[in-house]
């Protein structure tokens, strides 16, 4: 079985600062780990994935994440924030079903 | 590259009747199909998902049922609508022999008056 916990469903941050968002999964099964963003009225696009290759994962725009298995976690961080990354961010686990995060609400403040 | 077509769009439905939601995916052959309701501040509801034709999985106990008659085409149904079903349903296809890659539906609003 999978599942998958995102701390903090909003966290706020001054652009130029440092990005944060945390996630934990757990799975019965090797995981595929990814990160999506969703803009206001917009789909889901995918970040990032996370398939058993490099556990530093680079994404889209300046993103990335690091797998750590002892952790079972999969956070995702930028070293900067810029305006344009306030969004609603989600964690997904699969191994056979496919489960989402709860979401966290990204704020960034000029 | 894969391609998945979920229709209506948008409907509009009595409270008491019949619902149903297609999602046909293109592409690829013998994908994990997955439906989910996504509502605000609660992400993506797992509802359904399928590893096969026949082969349904129900993750959240409700008003509504899955079925995968073909190899790509999944149905969410209802027998009769409540109030709570509205919101907006999102399918989801992941072949895992082509990089796990996930392809999202366009999603459906389901409104129940």
């Known amino acids: 079985a999978q599942s998958v916990t995102q701390l903090g469903s909003h966290v706020s941050v001054s652009e130029g600062a440092l990005v944060l968002l945390r996630c934990n999964y757990s799975s019965s099964v090797p995981p595929y780990l990814f990160w999506y963003v969703q803009y206001p009225n917009q789909g889901l696009q995918l970040l990032l994935k996370?398939?058993?290759?490099?556990?530093l994962v680079k994404g889209i725009n300046g993103f990335e994440a690091e797998f750590k298995k002892s952790e079972t976690s999969f956070h995702l961080t930028k070293p900067s924030a810029h305006m344009s990354d306030a969004a609603e961010y989600f964690c997904?686990?699969?191994?056979?079903?496919?489960?989402f995060g709860q979401g966290t609400e990204l704020s960034v403040k000029p | 590259s894969q391609t998945i077509h979920q229709w209506p769009a948008t409907l509009v439905q009595p409270v008491g009747s019949p619902l149903s939601l297609e999602c046909t995916v293109e592409g690829t052959s013998n994908p994990n199909l997955y439906w989910y309701r996504q509502a605000a501040g609660r992400g993506l509801q797992l509802l359904f998902y399928?590893?096969?034709?026949?082969?349904i999985s129900s993750e959240v106990p409700q008003n509504l049922s899955a079925s995968r008659p073909q190899d790509r085409q999944f149905i969410l149904s209802s027998k009769k609508l409540l109030l709570s079903d509205s919101g907006f349903y999102l399918c989801?296809?992941?072949?895992?022999?082509?990089?796990?890659?996930?392809?999202f539906g366009e999603g459906s609003w389901l409104t129940v008056v």
């Open positions: 996370y398939t058993s290759a490099a556990t």
């Open positions: 997904a686990v699969t191994g056979g079903k496919l489960i």
């Open positions: 989801a296809s992941l072949a895992p022999t082509v990089g796990n890659t996930i392809y």
């Open positions: 399928s590893v096969g034709i026949g082969q």
